[in-house]
């Protein structure tokens, strides 16, 4: 039950122009999304959230934007750095209901060239 | 700044055997979980514990699995008789009293082969 999906397993960005990584779900009772950035060797590490009642969330070089109609959101970084380069997981849940409704995309590995 | 950590990086077992994964939760939390990503798939919930006592599981997490915190540092995930298809990377993950449960901090992960 692919619940939430990320379509492109990879992304190349030049350095300084914006990487945009998207993610779609299927679960219209989803309330609450998250993207998680994993470095080799490392585990996942928290990013930003989005709650469903907002379109979009902002923190430093990282926005996400939520289009609920269309089941979709997006994570923008700029300008995107060689130090981003890393696994992004796209992940959503039921918040009242905890970890054991979140559900994690396969993610997107983004290269940011130098 | 404190980290989660995980032994070993890297466990190779036969079918049948048990395991035990370890992993050292930043010292203050108070929030555990384990999750598993078989290669190539997407990060799957395990398990969360909280006082003691498992707060919710997976249907993944059957009677094969149990956790255990035996001495109030390490928090440990057993598998009695691995499978196959237990072969992953499995994280730990932790969080202090006062953050939101989905800002967890993870360890490096143990991977698992079991052949």
């Known amino acids: 039950d692919q619940q939430v999906k990320q379509n492109s397993p990879s992304l190349s960005v030049q350095e300084g122009r914006i990487s945009i990584l998207n993610c779609d779900y299927t679960?219209?009772?989803?309330?609450?999304f998250l993207w998680y950035k994993k470095y080799p060797a490392e585990g996942p590490t928290f990013l930003i959230s989005i709650s469903s009642i907002k379109d979009k969330n902002e923190d430093g070089r990282f926005t996400v934007f939520l289009n609920k109609s269309a089941k979709h959101l997006s994570l923008h970084i700029v300008p995107s750095q060689p130090g981003d380069s890393a696994v992004y997981f796209c992940a959503a849940a039921t918040i009242q209901t905890g970890a054991n409704n979140l559900f994690f995309g396969t993610g997107t590995r983004l290269t940011v060239i130098p | 700044e404190p980290e989660v950590t995980q032994t070993p990086s890297h466990q190779v077992t036969q079918m049948g055997q048990e395991v035990i994964l370890r992993c050292v939760p930043i010292?203050?939390?108070?929030?555990f979980y384990w999750y598993r990503q078989i290669l190539g798939q997407k990060v799957e919930f395990l398990v969360s514990?909280?006082?003691?006592?498992?707060?919710?599981k997976s249907e993944i997490f059957d009677d094969q699995f149990s956790v255990e915190r035996p001495d109030g540092s390490n928090f440990t995930l057993k598998i009695r008789s691995t499978k196959l298809e237990d072969s992953a990377m499995y994280f730990c993950a932790s969080y202090p009293s006062g953050r939101a449960w989905y800002e967890q901090y993870f360890g490096p992960g143990t991977r698992l082969t079991v052949t």
């Open positions: 514990f909280y006082n003691n006592e498992i707060s919710e």
């Open positions: 010292s203050n939390h108070l929030y």
């Open positions: 679960n219209s009772m989803f309330d609450y």
